[in-house]
C-alpha cells in the first residue's frame, strides 16, 4: 500500500503535506487490496462484494473484489471508474475519472481487459473484453477500445481507438483484434 500512497506524489502536483491520505482513490485500492481481494480469494464472496458495494458508495469507485492490482496504482479523480472482475492491473499505473474496464457481455472466463506495467489511461475511456494494454502505453481520454489489443509502447485516441504514436514515432495505425476475444 505504501507503493500506491508514494504513486499520489510521484503523478499529482496538487499532492501536498498529508491531502493524500483523503484521497478517495487511495480508500479504495487500499480497501480493495487489503480486504475485499483477500475475501475474494478465500471465497467469502459475498463479504467480498459487500465491502466492495460498501466502498462504491463512498468513493464512487467500483472494484471487483476479483480484479487484481499491481503496486504503485494511482487514481486521480476517481469518480465513475468501474473495473471488473477479470481485469488485471500491472505496476505503476495511473487512471483517470470514468475509465471503465468491462465485459462485452460475449465472453466468459478471462472476460476484462489487462492493462501491463506503466499504463496510463485517460478520463472518460472505455476498455472492453479480454484485451491487453501493452506496457508503457497510453490511452486519451474518451478513447474507446472493444476487443482490441494495444502493443506497448503506444498511445492511442479517438473512438474507435487508433493508434497515433508507435516507439515515440507519430503513427496511424489500426488496432488488432485480441487473440482472446475471437
Same mark, same amino acid.
Do not use: W
Given at each position: ?35 475485499? +481481494? #483477500?475475501?475474494?480469494? !478465500?471465497?467469502?464472496? %459475498? *463479504? ?5 458495494? $460498501?466502498?462504491?458508495?463512498? @468513493?464512487?469507485?467500483?472494484? +471487483? #473484489?476479483?480484479?487484481? !492490482?499491481?503496486?504503485? %496504482? *494511482? ?5 465513475? $471508474?468501474?473495473?471488473?472482475? @477479470? ?96
Amino acid at each position: 500500500m505504501f507503493e500506491d500512497l508514494k504513486a499520489i506524489y510521484k503523478n499529482d502536483p496538487a499532492a501536498r503535506g498529508l491531502e493524500p491520505i483523503l484521497y478517495p482513490g487511495l480508500h479504495a485500492i487500499v480497501v480493495h487490496k487489503c480486504i475485499s +481481494h #483477500p475475501l475474494y480469494l !478465500i471465497k467469502l464472496r %459475498f *463479504f467480498a462484494r459487500f465491502v466492495s458495494q $460498501i466502498m462504491r458508495f463512498f @468513493t464512487g469507485i467500483e472494484i +471487483h #473484489p476479483g480484479a487484481r !492490482i499491481g503496486k504503485g %496504482f *494511482f487514481i486521480d479523480h476517481g469518480m465513475g $471508474i468501474v473495473i471488473g472482475e @477479470t481485469a488485471e492491473i500491472g505496476n505503476n499505473c495511473v487512471m483517470f475519472h470514468h475509465v471503465t474496464l468491462g465485459g462485452t457481455g460475449k465472453h466468459s472466463g478471462k472476460r476484462h481487459p489487462t492493462l501491463g506495467n506503466n499504463v496510463m489511461v485517460g478520463a472518460s475511456s472505455t476498455i472492453l473484453g479480454p484485451v491487453i494494454i501493452g506496457e508503457n502505453s497510453k490511452v486519451g481520454a474518451e478513447t474507446v477500445i472493444i476487443n482490441h489489443d494495444v502493443p506497448k509502447n503506444c498511445t492511442v485516441v479517438g473512438a474507435p481507438g487508433m493508434i497515433v504514436k508507435k516507439d515515440g514515432k507519430k503513427v496511424k495505425l489500426r488496432l488488432k483484434k485480441s487473440r482472446l476475444a475471437k
